[in-house]
């Protein structure tokens, strides 16, 4: 038998998929983040509990306990997942003001992005240098990512109609789904 809590987690669940379409890794991370959510409150406060008995303090015990065994990466996306539940739980009125709000989010180093450097590209280009179909595409590639400063997900997400020779652009969808219009070099065109 699931707990309002669990229920509640599932409600949201399924609104993260169907109405605000996030993407099945989003929805999978937050639901085994919610689901450990709910086991602590199941341990803690007992079986019958809903959202509305899960208090600040609640919640900083159970991040407090992430927080000695977890990365602060972890935690932060553990704490925007009880944040997103609970504006849904406010959203839909099952709660009247939401724990999660005041709750910190440890600071996380991200890594800086990698790059290509000049010696790298042009150790590609000299080897895409032999007349050959394959080599011609991989050599425009390699212009059109070290030129654009694309990610590679949106180099290989490009499709002929993204292209404007004549402006010299790609239309590039990014992260988020986020379209964006970037500059192509003489190099990438020819």
Do not use: C
Request: net charge positive; charged share 25%.
């Amino acid at each position: 038998h699931a707990s309002s809590f669990e229920e509640a987690i599932a409600a949201f669940v399924r609104s993260l998929e169907n109405e605000r379409r996030a993407s099945p890794h989003t929805v999978d991370a937050y639901r085994r983040d919610l689901d450990q959510l709910a086991v602590f409150v199941r341990e803690t406060l007992g079986p019958s509990k809903g959202p509305g008995d899960v208090t600040l303090l609640t919640l900083r015990r159970w991040l407090g306990e992430l927080a000695r065994r977890a990365e602060p990466s972890t935690v932060a996306r553990k704490v925007a997942a009880v944040r997103a539940l609970y504006r849904h739980l406010e959203r839909t009125r099952v709660v009247a003001a939401s724990p999660a709000a005041a709750l910190a989010t440890p600071k996380v180093r991200r890594p800086l992005p990698t790059f290509l450097s000049v010696d790298q590209a042009e150790g590609v280009v000299h080897a895409t240098e032999s007349p050959s179909p394959a080599n011609a595409r991989d050599r425009a590639m390699i212009e059109v990512l070290y030129g654009s400063g694309l990610r590679v997900s949106e180099l290989v997400g490009l499709d002929l109609a993204d292209i404007e020779l004549g402006d010299a652009t790609a239309r590039v969808t990014g992260k988020g789904d986020k379209e964006r219009v970037v500059p192509l070099g003489r190099s990438a065109i020819a």
